[in-house]
């Protein structure tokens, strides 16, 4: 739940000296994490639509394949609540393998096929490991640590990020830029 802290004073918005619509203000904290948002409007918002949210809410990138990109997103979503972050961030990371091709055995050996198989650095396989056992933890209610701390539980979203980004994103990035470069050259040869 939202609570607005703080809005604009003129029901208009402010006004500007530059001639442009009127904005508007206003600050909402959440009940659940603490965090604040800073909403701005052409117009008062009780009759406007938000024109932007600061910050702007994270979103899995589009190239990465939609099993990945929910649990991903859903990683994003629930930061405020570590061990869900966690295990979401290691469900994502599950899925991307297996977007990759690697779905036989454990998370465990997956990672370390794939790195074997070069998909994965030493580095990557490393990080990768920590994040599964990281949402092992909250998942399998561990006798000794069964929860994720904020930092972790970060640390394990960043990592699936980072790791649909190097995987996904920037593979896809490549492919549409040579297909551009492609497309231009044959327009320029004809």
Avoid at 144 to 153: F, G, I, L, S, Y
Wanted: net charge negative; hydrophobic share 45%; proline share 5%.
């Amino acid at each position: 739940m939202m609570y607005n802290v703080w809005a604009s004073e003129n029901a208009k918005g402010t006004d500007r000296a530059d001639d442009q619509p009127p904005k508007a203000w206003a600050l909402y904290l959440c009940a659940t994490c603490g965090g604040g948002v800073v909403v701005e409007g052409t117009t008062a918002f009780h009759d406007s639509l938000v024109a932007n949210v600061f910050p702007a809410p994270r979103i899995a990138h589009e190239d990465v394949p939609s099993v990945a990109r929910t649990f991903l997103q859903q990683a994003f979503d629930v930061l405020h609540a570590p061990d869900a972050a966690a295990v979401m961030a290691g469900s994502a990371v599950d899925a991307m393998l297996k977007a990759k091709g690697y779905h036989e055995g454990s998370l465990y050996s997956r990672i370390d096929k794939a790195r074997e198989d070069g998909l994965l650095t030493q580095g990557m396989a490393e990080w990768a490991h920590s994040v599964r056992l990281g949402s092992n933890r909250p998942r399998h209610a561990d006798v000794d640590r069964p929860h994720v701390n904020p930092d972790e539980a970060k640390q394990s979203v960043e990592f699936a990020e980072a790791l649909g980004s190097f995987l996904f994103v920037l593979t896809a990035r490549i492919e549409r830029g040579i297909a551009a470069a492609e497309t231009a050259e044959a327009a320029a040869t004809t």
